[in-house]
């Protein structure tokens, strides 16, 4: 089993709908988890961070992490055409060694 | 300013050739990375370096060399290259303390023929 699982997609929904991305994960020493966001030909770029279990919210963007279920989502609200790009979640135990999970890519339909 | 910055941004070279990806970061990170994106997306950490010291070395063949002449920069070598080495490869940065607050560059895309 692959240490972080996340499905490739494509994933394409309407404009407006809400978004959910999901990663699942088999090391239960994981605490920091984050969704990065890719654009075509550019760099993964900081989108979400939490440490241990529960969630967080930045505007239409909400982080959940449930660690009894080692299962992280990303939602997204009032989904926009600009939020077209591939998402990667990241995990961490703490020290400088993040995995990636393989990205989840997201077309937004106008 | 871009914060981190590699070079160069497209490479095309012949199999059994040697090439060079520069990397530098102007945030005052003490860590920095090489990861490597295949065509499929999956990014796949290489090397980790903090402070000019070598942290993490992912079985990563020898070929590969990462040299870094200050903590501001992390330079990466790759000899007799080969088809399986085309790829884009990343360099990013970390404030210590943060695990996982990366900043990535905007990739180098080498294309191995």
């Known amino acids: 089993q692959k240490e972080v699982e996340q499905d490739p997609g494509p994933l394409s929904v309407p404009e407006g709908a809400i978004v959910s991305l999901n990663c699942t994960y088999s090391?239960?020493?994981?605490?920091?988890f984050m969704w990065y966001r890719q654009y075509s030909r550019k760099g993964p770029e900081l989108l979400m961070y939490t440490y241990s279990s529960g969630n967080k919210e930045d505007g239409r963007f909400t982080a959940q992490v449930d660690k009894s279920s080692k299962y992280i989502s990303l939602f997204i609200r009032d989904s926009q055409p600009s939020d077209s790009a591939t998402y990667l979640c990241?995990?961490?135990?703490?020290?400088?060694?993040?995995?990636f999970g393989k990205g989840t890519r997201l077309h937004i339909l106008p | 300013d871009t914060a981190v910055s590699q070079t160069p941004k497209y490479l095309v070279t012949q199999m059994g050739n040697d090439k060079s990806i520069k990397c530098e970061q102007n945030l005052g990170h003490d860590t920095m990375y090489w990861y490597k994106q295949d065509s499929k997306k999956f990014l796949k950490i290489m090397f980790s370096y903090n402070n000019k010291e070598l942290i993490i070395n992912e079985t990563v063949p020898n070929r590969f060399s990462p040299k870094s002449p200050d903590k501001a920069h992390l330079n990466l070598h790759i000899n007799s290259l080969e088809l399986g080495d085309s790829a884009v490869y990343f360099c990013?940065?970390?404030?210590?303390?943060?695990?996982?607050?990366?900043?990535f560059g905007e990739g180098s895309r080498l294309t191995v023929l």
């Open positions: 990013a940065s970390s404030p210590t303390g943060v695990a996982g607050e990366l900043f």
């Open positions: 990241a995990m961490s135990e703490g020290d400088d060694k993040i995995i």
């Open positions: 090391n239960s020493a994981f605490q920091y």
